[in-house]
């Protein structure tokens, strides 16, 4: 009969494939760089419905969807330069700790995917110049990127060259 072996701890200092640093390298790049096509597309197209004159997109009682849509492709154009950033940062701190490194990963990438969807869904349907339930999403996506910036300011604070 063989003795049980005793079960392994995993090692606090690994790091999984969530927080590798040449893992969310390669994750932010092609996040900021997919997310760049679309939104700077999403200006091409905002471009032309102002260009062919679209009523359900030019007209005063659209405006409301106007600002929304253009503020979605504002955000996600910056959060795509961000993502691009954030991959930056990682190959230059490579002392940054797994856990803030993986949290400040996901709630930049949560927060690139809720801001400019708030902003675009609560275009969708305004009332009455109020933007869409869509837009609800907005407060969550902006409190994921505050924390993201925190953590990579802290992070940054402690570079050494």
């Keep these: 009969m063989s003795k049980p072996r005793p079960t392994q701890r995993p090692d606090p200092n690994a790091t999984d494939s969530t927080s590798n640093p040449s893992v969310l390298t390669g994750r932010h790049l092609r996040i900021g760089w997919w997310t760049l096509l679309l939104f700077l597309t999403l200006g091409i197209v905002l471009e032309a419905l102002h260009a062919f004159k679209i009523g359900s997109y030019l007209s005063v009682t659209n405006e409301t969807r106007r600002l929304m849509w253009t503020l979605a492709h504002a955000h996600g154009t910056l959060l795509g330069l961000v993502n691009l950033a954030f991959a930056l940062t990682l190959r ?50 902006a409190l994921m990127l505050l924390i993201a910036v925190l953590l990579a300011a802290i992070a940054a604070k402690n570079y050494r060259e």
Excluded: E, H, K, Y
């Design 92 to 141: 230059v701190l490579p002392q940054w700790s797994a856990r803030p490194r993986g949290l400040a990963s996901s709630t930049l990438i949560g927060a690139t995917l809720l801001m400019p969807a708030g902003f675009f869904l609560g275009g969708v349907n305004p009332r009455a110049g109020d933007p869409g339930l869509g837009i609800l999403l907005l407060p969550l996506g």
